[in-house]
């Protein structure tokens, strides 16, 4: 079953520091790029970054302004996004999706962030 | 990068046809046909419709179909069902960034 399962989200303080994951299955991970797409509350989607099949490219919105980064393990088939210096308005949903001729096609069930003192 | 823009609403009859418009500009859908399609129902993830334009992938009803003129393209869904009241969003490529639609959400009266 071709699937991606985020994790990591949770509550954190505003300045702080988290990491998700993103495990993937049913397919050749290494042969992919990945994506993370994230959505606010209430709100649309909003693209982070993406990082190639191999980690050799990584490109980010500008809103993330360095201080995301995405990194990935293909010896365990799991793509990372650490996120640094949290602000209010990182709350949101973030996905994880396969790359597909220049689009999506397989997307995680997501994994909450809430930014909050 | 400004998100592409879409009608906040988009509302019709069972068995009718509507068009969902994606404006962007010379630097987005202008520059590529790389012009994505995903429709997401409450509390889901979104799921794709349409790539490169006018392409669909395996699954996908042919009901579901995209277009593009210059800085826009379009999303049209004939035959429109109750199951198809969703959100639904339009991507492009931008160089090496990617942009969103606001959105639209359809309703089936």
């Known amino acids: 079953q071709v699937q991606l399962v985020e994790s990591g989200g949770g509550v954190v303080q505003p300045g702080r520091s988290l990491r998700l994951s993103c495990a993937a299955s049913g397919f050749p991970f290494s042969s992919y790029g990945i994506h993370w797409v994230r959505q606010a509350p209430g709100k649309g989607l909003e693209w982070v970054g993406s990082i190639s099949y191999d980690g050799s490219n990584k490109y980010y919105a500008d809103f993330v302004k360095g201080r995301f980064t995405i990194s990935r393990d293909n010896s365990k088939n799991t793509l990372y996004l650490q996120l640094n210096s949290l602000r209010a308005d990182d709350t949101a949903l973030y996905y994880c999706?396969?790359?597909?001729?220049?689009?999506?096609?397989?997307w995680g069930q997501g994994t909450m962030v809430t930014v909050s003192s | 990068q400004s998100a592409l823009a879409q009608p906040a609403s988009v509302s019709g009859s069972p068995g009718q046809s509507i068009t969902i418009s994606c404006t962007g500009t010379s630097n987005d859908v202008g520059a590529y046909n790389l012009v994505s399609w995903y429709q997401q129902h409450p509390g889901k993830a979104p799921k794709l419709l349409i790539y490169?334009?006018?392409k669909r992938p395996s699954g996908v009803s042919d009901r579901f179909s995209g277009s593009k003129s210059g800085n826009t393209a379009s999303l049209t869904i004939s035959g429109l069902q109750a199951d198809d009241e969703a959100d639904y969003y339009c991507?492009?490529?931008?160089?090496?960034?990617?942009?969103f639609g606001g959105g639209t959400k359809v309703t089936v009266l």
């Open positions: 999706a396969k790359s597909f001729y220049s689009s999506f096609d397989i």
């Open positions: 991507c492009s490529h931008a160089h090496i960034t990617v942009v």
């Open positions: 490169e334009v006018n």
